[in-house]
């Protein structure tokens, strides 16, 4: 029954968000048609399951913490860090969701986010441009005829994108675009039509019943 | 050959350090390096050109985060100061949590400016359940039932006749993620047939460009390029064209660096 019960409800809610996207009109006998059927009460779920695996995540990641500072292992005060942080953070947050007439609360949390959080985050993005200039130093290299195709394509496609290229020679933007618009969307669409055909034969044996990994082992 | 040696090994620091100054110098002392505009970008400018402002309202969907947003975020800005010129009405929505957050750093400079919120535009707030709230979104607006300072959204202004995603006359959405690509096109724009340009972070202009070119995506700004070119276009230079300056001197230094780790590599593979 654990793994029956999760199936047959896994083909019935498929079947009825497959169906919506292609029918029309009431089922034959009622008035509710399959897409009404989704829009009020499969998709709403579907909304409140992912909401609760956000809580789901957050609860995994107090547990992970906690047992790091129980055991004393390496670097434990940053689970601490990290735990203070995320109870101060979500307990501020729900309070404003709570109180989302309180103008000031609201302007305090944005405080938070504006003067905290996005710098910090802005600060992490911006060094992955130093390691960029580092590794086009160190790792770039022609070491092959395949290695070399990519080198010289990614130079055109940098000088192309910086304006700084026009002024080298005027063609650049033209060909970075034709980089991008030719072989580029040649691989990208082969790369998206071979990744969509995967997923719906995955989704089509998850449906069925074939795939069952998701399901857990039967223990 | 020592030099070559050397030149190998350089310490990073020195790399950083040379870096730094590349991308400072212009930024405290602009060359001004004129920027041509792109096709993709021009669309979204004619698109928002050829609205009324009498009758149209356009949807803005805010999918990136505070990492992102050094990249991203002055797309947004710019194209919020073209609706605003124009005096085009709009409603801010989000399926990633900080989307919210990154639209009210927009919405309190419009409002310091005299602008009116509910009026002129409204941030409806997050709904979890990414591809699956678009769609659900796209199919009845009214599951928000309250926006992001909890005002009811059937009382606000801007919101009257408003009830699926097709009575928008044009979506634009901002995203570094695929879900504001792909998420977007294969749950609204391709089933119900909507108008959608997007602003993506500049890596994701090359898995963007398909969309664009199949005609499934109107308009594509990428990066503090797109900003850059968008800012030109509506004649108010802004943060995106502030940097291109910085911007072209870092990727000129990366190309120095290439060169010259190949040469060293080169000659020292000969040796």
């Not at chain 1, 998709?43 to 909401?51: E, G, K």
């Not at chain 1, 729900?94 to 985050?121: C, G, H, Q």
């Not at chain 2, 870092?250 to 060293?264: K, Q, R, T, V």
Request: charged fraction near 15%.
């Amino acid at each position: 029954m654990r793994k029956e019960v999760p199936l047959v409800i896994t083909f019935v809610v498929a079947i009825i968000v497959m169906l919506s996207a292609i029918t029309t009109g009431p089922i034959p006998g009622t008035s509710i048609a399959i897409s009404d059927l989704f829009r009020q009460h499969i998709s709403p779920w579907m909304t409140i399951v992912s909401a609760f695996a956000v809580g789901l995540a957050s609860v995994n990641l107090l547990r992970v913490h906690t047992r790091a500072i129980a055991r004393k292992r390496n670097d434990w005060i940053y689970s601490v860090i990290l735990i203070v942080t995320l109870a101060i953070y979500a307990g501020f947050r729900t309070y404003v969701e709570l109180n989302l007439s309180n103008a000031t609360a609201a302007a305090n949390y944005a405080l938070i986010f504006n003067n905290i959080l996005t710098p910090l985050s802005a600060a992490m993005w911006a060094l992955l441009a130093f390691y960029v200039a580092s590794a086009s130093y160190r790792a770039f290299r022609a070491r092959s005829a395949e290695a070399t195709v990519l080198l010289i394509s990614a130079i055109v496609v940098m000088l192309g994108a910086a304006p700084v290229g026009a002024l080298i020679w005027s063609r650049f933007p033209d060909v970075q675009r034709w980089l991008l618009e030719v072989p580029n969307m040649t691989g990208q669409r082969g790369i998206l039509i071979g990744a969509a055909i995967g997923g719906f034969v995955t989704s089509l044996r998850v449906l069925l019943g074939m795939e069952r990994g998701h399901l857990g082992s039967a223990d | 050959m020592d030099f070559l040696k050397k030149l190998q090994n350089v310490d990073r620091r020195i790399i950083y350090l040379l870096f730094v100054l590349a991308l400072a110098i212009p930024l405290i002392r602009p060359i001004g390096i004129p920027l041509q505009i792109s096709p993709a970008t021009r669309a979204v400018y004619n698109i928002i050109e050829s609205l009324d402002p009498a009758t149209d309202v356009v949807l803005l969907s805010f999918e990136y985060a505070p990492g992102s947003g050094i990249d991203i975020h002055a797309i947004p800005v710019t194209v919020v100061e073209h609706l605003m010129k124009r005096g085009l009405r709009w409603v801010g929505v989000s399926f990633s949590p900080e989307g919210p957050l990154m639209m009210n750093m927009i919405i309190d400079d419009l409002e310091s400016r005299g602008y009116k919120y509910g009026e002129d535009f409204v941030n409806l707030g997050y709904m979890a359940g990414e591809e699956n709230a678009i769609r659900l979104f796209s199919l009845d607006t009214s599951v928000f039932t309250t926006d992001s300072r909890g005002n009811s959204v059937a009382s606000l202004p801007i919101m009257q006749g408003i009830s699926t995603v097709k009575d928008f006359a044009f979506v634009h959405g901002f995203t570094s993620s695929d879900l504001g690509i792909a998420g977007w096109l294969r749950q609204a724009v391709d089933p119900l047939g909507i108008d959608y340009a997007v602003g993506v972070v500049t890596v994701s202009v090359p898995s963007a460009t398909p969309y664009y070119n199949s005609g499934q995506l109107k308009g594509l700004l990428g990066g503090l390029r797109g900003a850059a070119e968008y800012e030109l276009l509506i004649e108010t230079p802004g943060l995106g064209a502030s940097m291109m300056d910085a911007q072209s001197m870092g990727h000129l230094l990366i190309l120095g660096f290439i060169l010259l780790g190949n040469l060293s590599y080169l000659f020292g593979k000969k040796k």
